[in-house]
């Protein structure tokens, strides 16, 4: 507990144990990202479900009701203005006929812009069509009525001829515009249709328009055929009446529409490791402090300067990726002077030390970490003195050994700890056994 309160401690501690952050973090966002996409998905099985019962019974009523008009049916669906229009080619243009080649082309189109709202072509659409579009008509007010689109007084106001005129359209625009425009066309094409809230009523209208005004213009002018090359379809939504507040309300007879896409759940999914990173990272800052809190290993450097004995080096008896980087950070957060050499730098330091104490005999090098580390920090030692003037000895925790060298040869005791592995109750153990025997230790050597 007592190291609870130092910081610089507590981040050492955190960054030897990335490995574990990095396992609760990615384990949380896979659990919280899996989790999502698996609730979603049985949400858009369920839906697509759903759907395909909707859409089987709304055919299912659809066949036992055969008695249904198109027109009938689209009741249902929000009312939408469709513009049906034919684009007309003018070919085989006879220029004795028309008039010189370069007023041909010009002459004609704009014979059909200025003649589709004469009162011969609009007289004959009235007496084909009035009738027909006006039964369509009250379906439309009262569905723009019951959209909000209009007010409650005008679904009573009749259909008028002026009404059913403005729904020709030549090149977009209605009649009456085209006519009052003034532009020259280089192009052999003139666009002819019909606006209607019944599409198939407003291809039939805009079919039969094309041909009477095309017939119309041969009989005035002559001299040209021509083709309906392509037709286009339009979809506008009506224009609200000012007052008004249009609603789009969904029929409960009309199949709903899928709002979950595999699309969304991957988002979703993608979020979900997002948030799942995030209270990963929590619950890892949680979990890393308890560990440093209950440890009864030594972590940091401060663990081990607490028995009193001079931390005569730290350094990586293991290989470690990045040693300088590391070395640095260490040293800079706990003080000291790490050894990113692998042990090289600590070596020869300890032999100065022990050319400069004159100690001509063997030292004793034991530890309560594994035998094979300090055995290996032996060799690194022997290597770099080029004698074998260091001698492993099992720590007194588990054998005698040392003190028995201790009194044959007096020879001062270098002690050997590992961050991660030396237990903190051992240290003081065998720290606490040598100063009995009044051995001569000679400093301590951590590493990672």
């Known amino acids: 507990m007592d190291n609870f309160y130092d910081i610089n401690d507590f981040i050492v501690f955190a960054f030897k144990k990335w490995k574990t952050i990095l396992v609760v973090i990615v384990l949380a966002a896979v659990v919280f990202a899996g989790n999502r996409a698996v609730s979603l998905y049985g949400d858009y099985r369920a839906q697509a479900a759903n759907l395909e019962a909707d859409v089987n019974q709304a055919l299912d009523e659809e066949e036992t009701d055969g008695t249904q008009t198109a027109s009938a049916g689209s009741e249902f669906e929000e009312p939408m203005w ?23 082309l010009s002459s004609i189109i704009d014979a059909f812009r200025k003649l589709g709202g004469t009162e011969d072509v609009m007289n004959t ?25 209009i007010l409650d007084k005008e679904v009573n106001y009749p259909y008028t001829r002026n009404e059913f005129y403005d729904q020709f359209l030549v090149n977009g625009r209605d009649v009456d515009s085209a006519m009052s425009l003034n532009i020259s066309y280089e192009e052999n094409y003139i666009v002819l249709g019909f606006k209607s809230m019944n599409e198939e009523q407003a291809r039939r209208v805009a079919d039969d328009f094309t041909e009477t005004l095309a017939s119309y213009v041969q009989q005035k002018i002559g001299g040209f055929s021509y083709d309906v090359i392509d037709t286009s379809v ?68 401060s663990d081990v300067k607490k028995y009193d004995v001079p931390v005569l080096g730290m350094g990586f008896l293991k290989k470690k990726s990045f040693p300088k980087i590391r070395a640095g950070f260490h040293s800079a957060m706990e003080g000291g002077s ?9 070596a020869r330091h300890i032999s100065e030390i ?22 290996r920090l032996v060799q690194i030692l022997n290597a770099a003195a080029k004698s074998e003037k260091f001698c492993y000895v099992e720590s007194v925790a588990v054998s005698a050994q040392v003190f028995q060298k201790i ?17 903190k109750d051992n240290i003081a153990f065998e720290i606490s056994e040598l100063r009995k025997q009044d051995a001569d230790i000679l400093g301590m050597l951590v590493f990672e």
């Not at 049906?84 to 007023?103: F, H, K, L, R, S």
């Not at 790490?338 to 730098?345: A, E, N, S």
């Not at 050319?355 to 034991?366: C, M, S």
């Open 354 to 375: 022990a050319a400069a104490k004159e100690i001509e005999g063997r030292i004793l090098v034991t530890g309560t970490c594994k035998e094979g580390q300090v055995k």
């Open 407 to 423: 009194k044959e040869e007096g020879a001062p005791v270098l002690l050997v700890e590992m961050f991660g592995d030396s237990l």
């Open 338 to 346: 790490w050894d990113p050499t692998g042990c090289r730098k600590i």
């Open 125 to 149: 659409m009235y007496e084909r069509w009035y009738e027909q579009e006006s039964q369509e008509y009250q379906r439309r007010v009262e569905k723009l009525h019951d959209y909000g689109y």
């Open 82 to 104: 469709v513009k049906v229009q034919n684009v007309v080619e003018i070919t085989d243009i006879d220029p004795d006929t028309v008039g010189t080649e370069a007023g041909t």
């Open 234 to 301: 339009l979809y506008d939504l009506p224009s609200a009446t000012s007052g008004t507040q249009p609603t789009r309300v969904a029929s409960s007879s009309t199949p709903a529409v899928s709002s979950i896409t595999m699309s969304y759940i991957a988002v979703q999914s993608v979020k979900g490791m997002v948030w799942g990173g995030i209270i990963g990272v929590l619950i890892a800052a949680v979990l890393v402090l308890l560990m440093y809190m209950m440890t009864r290993r030594v972590y940091v450097l």
